[in-house]
T-cell receptor, first 115, second 113 residues
Framework: DTEVTQTPKHLVMGMTNKKSLKCEQH?????MYWYKQKAKKPPELMFV???????INESVPSRFSPECPNSSLLNLHLHALQPEDSALYLC??????????????FGSGTRLTVV | AQTVTQSQPEMSVQEAETVTLSCTYD???????LFWYKQPPSRQMILVIR??????QNATENRFSVNFQKAAKSFSLKISDSQLGDAAMYFC??????????FGTGTRLTIIP
């Protein structure tokens, strides 16, 4: 079983919909991440929430907005998406500063289809 | 910026045989971490093995081992006694403390029964 839980596993949404992806970890990790992965490509970093600070990849459009209600949860709010936003969205967490040797722990992803 | 190169988009190996996946990286730093992640069709990115750059000894995890050549900036993954469950996309990744995880482009591994 994964220690990073993502819901839902699959999501189909229209271009006018508003939806949210949820990510939760109970490992006490201090950093959480959202990645977008297109087929046969490596994951691309979208957002980092580390030690209560949010970092944004400047190439990510504003129709994606992260929210961190507490240190265990990282949501991704979706609004007015485009068909090219269809992808696998992966959440990950890491222990934080000085613990890079442990790498990241990933969830099993949300497969998003925008119609 | 750090870069990670995987020059083999696809590899195949007979079941029970050994296969080696290549990875090279570019950095001017001396202290960093390297990882191999496996992504099966189930989609989850699973950590296979990790290596700390300051450790000269190559990491080993059961059937998985690495050949870490720091001077050559090379980090290959050897899978021994390949099993059907090893079929997946394998990503090499590089991490500097305080920086983001940088992935290579991946190698798709097929296991031939």
């Amino acid at each position: 079983d994964t220690e990073v839980t993502q819901t839902p596993k699959h999501l189909v949404m229209g271009m006018t919909n508003k939806k949210s992806l949820k990510c939760e970890q109970h490992m006490g990790h201090r950093a959480m991440y959202w990645y977008k992965q297109k087929a046969k490509k490596p994951p691309e970093l979208m957002f980092v929430y580390s030690y209560e600070k949010l970092s944004i990849n400047e190439s990510v459009p504003s129709r994606f907005s992260p929210e961190c209600p507490n240190s265990s949860l990282l949501n991704l709010h979706l609004h007015a998406l485009q068909p090219e936003d269809s992808a696998l969205y992966l959440c990950a967490s890491s222990q934080g500063r000085g613990q890079g040797a442990y790498g990241y722990t990933f969830g099993s992803g949300t497969r998003l289809t925008v119609v | 910026a750090q870069t990670v190169t995987q020059s083999q988009p696809e590899m195949s190996v007979q079941e029970a045989e050994t296969v080696t996946l290549s990875c090279t990286y570019d950095t001017s730093e001396s202290d960093y971490y390297l990882f191999w992640y496996k992504q099966p069709p189930s989609r989850q990115m699973i950590l296979v093995i990790r290596q700390e750059a300051y450790k000269q000894q190559n990491a080993t995890e059961n059937r998985f081992s690495v050949n870490f050549q720091k001077a050559a900036k090379s980090f290959s993954l050897k899978i021994s006694d390949s099993q059907l469950g090893d079929a997946a996309m394998y990503f090499c990744a590089f991490l500097l403390e305080g920086e983001k995880l940088t992935f290579g482009t991946g190698t798709r591994l097929t296991i031939i029964p």
